[in-house]
């Protein structure tokens, strides 16, 4: 498995501020994940983020809303950049690792709440 | 893309009965079908998984069953106890390795057991 420790586990945030949330990974892996949890909701993948180059997208995310950085290969960072109530979500990093590289694990979460 | 289907949205069982989640895929070619458990305020615990080489895997009291030609696959958890109450995701990935993964997660179901 993987220790997977993200910072901060909650906040509470005014619309139209920005929040970085961190995500430090016991030991170095090629690719982290960030996922949305809307509340009762199911996970969704917004980016995967490689060391050394821009983070990959899904559709319905873009950049200048949720930028993404991975200086090294043990942490990265995503920002929920100006935010609003629909924001309100849990943020989740994830790794993989295991046989074939295809084991997910996940951190405890980011709960955000926008008022 | 891929879309994965999770019934019930919620369970509730006696302590000691068994309890049964399915999830049916689109993609003919995901090979990789991991099941998460999620308890109140913490990030998705994977609990087990199958490949599409395996038709069946078990794990004490957890089993998974994969049918690839229905492209369904289940969970099961027998002698259920109090702690197995959480929200359980299925996912589907066509990942052959490292790099490749993306997890697709069904909508989850949230299980109660009832002493």
């Known amino acids: ?115 | 893309g891929e879309n994965v289907e999770q019934h019930p949205s919620t369970l509730s069982v006696q302590e000691g009965d068994s309890a049964v989640i399915k999830c049916t895929y689109s993609d003919s070619a995901s090979n990789y079908f991991p099941w998460y458990k999620q308890e109140l305020g913490k990030g998705p615990q994977l609990i087990i998984d199958i490949r599409s080489n395996v038709g069946e895997k078990k794990d004490q009291r957890i089993a998974v069953t994969l049918n690839k030609t229905a492209k369904h696959f289940s969970l099961h958890i027998t002698e259920t106890q109090p702690e197995d109450s959480a929200v359980y995701f299925c996912a589907a990935s066509k990942g052959h390795g490292a790099g490749s993964y993306q997890l697709t997660f069904g909508k989850g179901t949230k299980l109660s057991v009832i002493p």
Do not use: H
């Open chain 1, 1 to 115: 498995s993987a220790v997977i420790s993200q910072k901060p586990s909650r906040d509470i945030c005014q619309r139209g501020t920005s929040l970085t949330i961190q995500c430090q990974v016991d030991s170095q892996v090629t690719m982290m994940f960030w996922y949305r949890q809307q509340p009762g909701q199911s996970l969704t993948l917004i980016a995967t983020a490689n060391q050394g180059s821009e983070a990959t997208y899904e559709s319905g995310f873009v950049i200048d809303k949720f930028p993404i950085s991975r200086p090294n290969l043990t942490f990265s960072t995503l920002t929920v950049s100006n935010m609003s109530p629909e924001d309100s979500s849990i943020y989740l990093c994830s790794v993989e690792r295991g046989r074939g590289g295809t084991e997910a694990f996940f951190g405890q979460g980011t709960r955000l709440t926008v008022v």
